[in-house]
């Protein structure tokens, strides 16, 4: 088993919030025999493999050999949005990283974060989203102020805007750049809207991972 697999393996387990010992139980299996299969020591067989596809919500390609996500680079991703100063509706947020991980992924064929969407009511969204923008909040990067309408609004704070974007590429803060900029003062019905037109949406089952790879058979320029 290559250092990637194993990696990829450890990295969707986290990922969903998975401990070793639950992944274990579900395999029917030891926590050190799973230990081990994170370590690139115990091989899977088929079934193991095709059940740990199964718990964890990804395809067999994604969990074998897929992006490792980088959850890092995911935070630094929602704070380069929120660094234009305004308050982005919490749906709108998720969406809008969304269109940075899907527009670099049509020039380059692999997303800038590496995380995986889900298809939701509200549109794709990353498994890690609502745990990350809590885990920002915790650690006083964002505020969350909610409307009389109950909607929440995200906001960058004093310590959030001194965060080194150390992950982000130039290339990337620009596209970030310019897709806040396309749907600025866009309401979130509407961008919500748009990602539920795209392929990458329309072809998933409700509630499966969606394929970015369709997102090569659209308009890129409609992003920003």
């Known amino acids: 088993m290559n250092n990637k697999y194993t990696q990829s393996v450890r990295a969707f387990r986290v990922a969903r919030g998975f401990s070793q010992a639950f992944i274990a139980e579900k395999l029917g299996i030891s926590r050190s025999s ?88 509200y549109g794709p969204v990353a498994d890690p989203y609502f745990r990350v923008i809590d885990e920002l909040y915790e650690n006083g990067q964002i505020g969350i102020n909610q409307t009389k309408e109950g909607a929440m609004l995200i906001s960058q704070t004093r310590a959030g805007s001194k965060k080194d974007l150390s992950e982000m590429k130039r290339e990337e803060l620009e596209l970030i750049k310019n897709i806040e900029k396309k749907w600025k003062g866009k309401k979130t019905k509407e961008i919500v809207e748009f990602t539920h037109n795209q392929l990458p949406y329309l072809c998933a089952d409700d509630n499966d991972i969606i394929s970015l790879g369709l997102i090569t058979q659209e308009d890129p320029h409609e992003y920003y």
């Open 34 to 121: 799973y230990i081990g299969i994170e370590q690139g020591k115990r091989e899977l067989t088929m079934g193991e493999f095709e059940k740990l596809s199964s718990i964890l919500g990804v395809s067999f390609e994604e969990l074998g050999g897929g992006e490792s996500p980088n959850y890092e680079k995911y935070k630094q991703m929602i704070l380069a949005f929120l660094r234009g100063g305004d308050k982005i509706p919490k749906t709108k947020l998720a969406k809008l990283v969304y269109l940075a991980d899907a527009g670099w992924f049509y020039y380059h064929l692999h997303s800038m974060s590496g995380v995986q969407y889900r298809k939701i009511q």
